[in-house]
């Protein structure tokens, strides 16, 4: 599975991410600390190029050279004059820059109050695509003192092909290649997108929308969460074993290997809930055992990281599908 960044030839990916929220899985990229602007992370992130529209000839059967009306290829102008073909596109089509896209988002959050930071940005199929992430801040889940962290993002995503409407997603997933901008879009709790024609600026302005609903589902989330965290689910507790053989249930184990992978899942999942990240350090409780299940597929899925990381973006993926199962499940404890 790629991640589709665009890479010079020397290596370099046009990618930037913020060194406080912790690496990407692809470990490429130009780490940045601190808080900053739009105007050093685009440059960094080779983002800030400009897209120009050029008209379309053709030449007839005789030799003449004509313009055809109502289409125009949009074009990446570069560093030399030269430019970069991407796509036709009818002439109804409106170029919307790199810039102007991310500044909306923004200013939309409040970024220039403090109230939300630049952690990623990028340049995705040699500049078709462009895509950040705004870290909104984290979502704290602390009754009786737990302080738990969950992180809140808004992606922005957009191309310059026609394949893809102006986006803004509201997502705990942070973007950081193709697959996690399309898995953020997939389960975004809210999202707002814009065409790319003459009336964009107004359905950007929907943009202010999206951060209330965001406010709203993360107080909807914590609430869930508190929930969780309510079910006493004491170690070695029957509990543990309705939901986990709800999840994985004995009757599709019918090979003797399905039986061995079942026992060993069973068994890291046991051992992760008991884990300092999870009962042991927020108490023995449906939250903990929550995260246990979602910390199996985040990282013990299979053997390898680069494939656990890469299996979690998938949009409909399974992990995501099996996190929220595991939760109806424990409020069904109650």
Known sequence: MSHELEMSEAGEASFVWR???????????????????????????????????????????????LEME????????????????????????RIVQNETVLEKALNVCGASKGDAVMDTCGVLKDGREFFATIDLGTLIIDPQGVGDEIGRYLVVHTSH?????????????????????????????SIVTARHTANYDKALEEANQVLQ??????????????????????????????????????????????????????????????????????????????????EYYDHHWFDDADRNAKASMQIGNKSYNMKTRAADLILDLV
């Open 70 to 93: 109502d289409r125009y290829i949009t074009a990446r102008l570069n560093d030399d004059d030269s430019v970069t073909p991407f796509e036709v596109v009818k002439d109804r089509y």
């Open 19 to 65: 060194k406080e929220g912790g690496a990407p899985w692809h470990r490429l990229g130009t780490p940045v600390a601190g808080h900053q602007t739009a105007e050093v992370i685009l440059p960094l992130a080779k983002a800030d190029y400009e897209v120009i529209s050029l008209p379309v000839h053709y030449v007839t059967p005789n030799g003449q050279t």
């Open 213 to 294: 609903i965001s406010s709203n589902w993360a107080k909807s989330f914590k609430e869930t969460a508190e929930r969780l965290l309510a079910v006493p689910i004491p170690a070695g507790s029957h509990k543990i074993d309705k939901v986990l053989n709800n999840l994985w249930p004995d009757r599709d184990a019918d090979t003797d290997r399905k039986i061995e992978n079942r026992d060993r899942t069973l068994m890291t999942v046991r051992s992760l809930y008991s884990s300092s990240k999870n009962a042991a350090g927020f108490g023995y409780n449906g939250w903990s055992l929550f995260n246990a299940v979602g």
């Open 161 to 189: 092909d026609g394949t893809t409407p102006i986006t803004y997603a509201n997502t705990d997933i942070r973007a950081v290649c193709k697959n996690t901008v399309r898995f953020g879009q997939s389960v975004a709790k």
